[in-house]
């Protein structure tokens, strides 16, 4: 006998199967009606179905009787007593656990850095106390990777630049008969910041972002996990060879960028009959031993930073593929900033020096 349903004053008789079909022809009226009691006593089946609209009906306030104690018992498993947990609605935080909140992350991140640099450095000291422990056939490696693989597209922006660097200065430059010292512009601004910084720019998007990505990887494939319990320091067998490999070859990179940087100026200024000889003449007589010296320095502390953000942004990576993406993501950002940051103080420094 199929389910039937009929509405008496406030009470609802339920009657027949209480299955799957039954229920389903009978549900929108059971729903829909202003019952306060339920009258289950012609019930001859109950199944799942069944249990689960006398649930709904309990749950909105409808009294259930005449229902088998075998039915009864499945009912009460579900606990109809109790409401259905309700989502708690979001509590609008207030500005100052806002600035609580931001403050303990920064708090973390600048703890987490301060303590990377303290293995970095405790690294570095063991492998000054034992140095046939360090890994040169490694650090050659990376060093041929980051370095020499980089000098096609470090050489071709650097001619670019020193292009672009002659052009512009030549079109104020010739109101006045001043040609000459276009050479004198395009050789200080090369060796003292646009070679330096743009060899770094192109190694944080280059080198820092394969390094957060190789490193990442490693992390969620549990290899740093594998090198740990093996007795291997990360820092020393990871870290330091990245660290050493990028530190020496960004000033060499830079070197090679001034170099040809000033050449592709020298090409624009034989477009206004100006000699080459002429022009590096012109170049080495401005460009002081101090400019070059404080450029280089500045390439070292760049690659040094470039490094160091890569392999920290890696070996915090989480777990999943996303991970692994954002980490390379956050290298490249966070190298920006550092570069921007650190050229700023760099200039501010250089010139209370007199440099």
Do not use: H
Not at 10 to 15: R, V
Not at 66 to 87: H, I, K, T, V
Not at 203 to 231: C, S, V
Not at 301 to 312: D, L, N, T
């Amino acid at each position: 006998m199929t389910a039937t349903l009929t509405l008496r004053d406030d009470t609802l008789l339920l009657s027949g199967r209480l299955d799957a079909t039954g229920c389903a022809a009978i549900w929108p009226a059971a729903r829909s009606s202003a019952a306060t009691t339920v009258d289950a006593s012609a019930v001859d089946y109950c199944d799942g179905a069944g249990i689960a609209l006398l649930f709904e009906l309990s749950q909105r306030g409808i009294r259930i009787d005449g229902l088998s104690d075998g039915y009864a018992a499945m009912l009460q498993a579900l606990r109809p007593d109790q409401p259905l947990a309700q989502r708690a609605t979001a509590r609008r935080a207030g500005w100052i656990e806002v600035l609580g909140r931001v403050s303990a992350r920064t708090l973390a991140s600048v703890q987490d850095r301060i303590a990377f640099l303290g293995g970095i450095t405790v690294a570095a000291r063991s492998l000054l106390l034992s140095p046939q422990r360090f890994r040169y056939a490694a650090t050659l490696d990376v060093a041929g990777r980051a370095g020499a693989d980089a000098l096609p597209i470090v050489g071709l922006i650097s001619f670019l630049l020193g292009v672009i660097l002659a052009f512009q200065s030549a079109i104020p430059m010739k109101q006045f008969g001043a040609e000459l010292f276009v050479a004198n512009l395009v050789g200080l601004g090369l060796v003292r910041e646009l070679s330096p910084l743009m060899t770094a720019v192109l190694l944080a998007g280059r080198t820092g972002a394969a390094f957060a990505a190789e490193l990442g990887t490693m992390k969620t494939n549990q290899e740093i996990d594998a090198l740990t319990t093996m007795g291997l320091d990360p820092m020393r067998f990871l870290v330091l060879p990245r660290l050493v490999a990028v530190t020496l070859m960004t000033p060499l990179l830079t070197v090679l960028a001034e170099v040809i940087g000033l050449f592709g100026g020298g090409l624009v200024l034989l477009t206004l009959d100006i000699p080459l000889k002429t022009a590096f003449s012109q170049a080495a007589q401005t460009v002081a031993l101090t400019d070059y010296v404080g450029g280089l320095f500045k390439a070292a502390v760049f690659g040094f930073g470039i490094a160091a953000i890569g392999c920290w942004r890696g070996l915090r990576t989480g777990s999943g593929a996303q991970a692994v993406g954002d980490a390379a993501t956050s290298a490249v950002v966070t190298s920006l900033v550092f570069l921007v940051v650190s050229d700023g103080l760099f200039a501010l420094a250089y010139y209370y020096l007199g440099w």
